[in-house]
């Protein structure tokens, strides 16, 4: 995507912790979300950060870094059912959303 | 509530025919999107509106047309459609723009051959 940067895929294993990264352009930064989408579905909301530090939400977790235009969703305790694609998106200046290409996660048993 | 729903699920389509692909919502949110999305790539902004009747450009717009005569609908028009339309497409709405969360409709698969 552009000016957006996540690794195309990822695997790990069941009940671990994974760290699926996003780097984008700082210019015009209003803001990061994390989607998930599981395979032939829609995008379904996960996480939005536009301050510095980690928000926590249960087993996911998002940190963001405004000044080196950085962001991680961190994943414990996996489950099968985490397989899916994780998309990152920015905020623009025109508060549109620039999103990434997405990280496929494979989570094997 | 149904949240987002889209119509239909599947089509194809030769080169050259048109079509409307249609987008609902009932949260009663003013700021709709239209989406595309090609393997490998990131979601792209085809077009957007900030309430009935205001709609604007997104990313890649040459191809589409829409209009926005009511809140709840966002249709999407094709016309003359080309195999570099083959995607999924997704409507989403929110009910501010920027911060505020996109709920998506479960996509459109279009083929175009």
């Known amino acids: 995507g552009q000016n957006i940067d996540q690794p195309t895929e990822m695997t790990a294993t069941e009940g671990a912790i994974v760290q699926i990264n996003c780097t984008y352009q700082t210019s015009g930064f209003n803001g990061l979300f994390w989607y998930q989408q599981h395979a032939g579905e829609a995008p379904t909301f996960l996480s939005y950060?536009?301050l510095d530090g980690l928000e926590e939400k249960g087993r996911f977790s998002s940190f963001l870094s405004r000044s080196k235009g950085y962001s991680y969703l961190l994943l414990k305790e996996l489950q099968m059912k985490d397989s899916a694609s994780y998309l990152c998106?920015?905020?623009?200046?025109?508060?549109?959303?620039?999103w990434g290409a997405g990280t496929k996660l494979i989570i094997k048993p | 509530n149904a949240g987002v729903t889209q119509t239909p699920k599947f089509r194809i389509l030769k080169i050259g025919q048109s079509m409307t692909l249609q987008c609902t919502q009932d949260m009663n949110h003013n700021y709709m999107y239209w989406y595309r999305q090609d393997p490998g790539m990131g979601l792209k902004l085809i077009y957007y509106?900030?309430?009935?009747?205001?709609?604007d450009k997104g990313e890649v717009p040459n191809g589409y047309n829409v209009s926005r005569s009511t809140t709840e609908d966002f249709p999407l028009r094709l016309e003359l459609a080309a195999p570099s339309q083959t995607s999924v497409y997704f409507c989403a709405s929110s009910s501010k723009e920027g911060s505020y969360e996109q709920y998506f409709g479960p996509g459109t698969r279009l083929t175009v051959t």
């Open positions: 998106a920015r905020v623009d200046s025109n508060y549109q959303l620039i």
């Open positions: 950060n536009v």
């Open positions: 509106s900030v309430g009935a009747g205001i709609t």
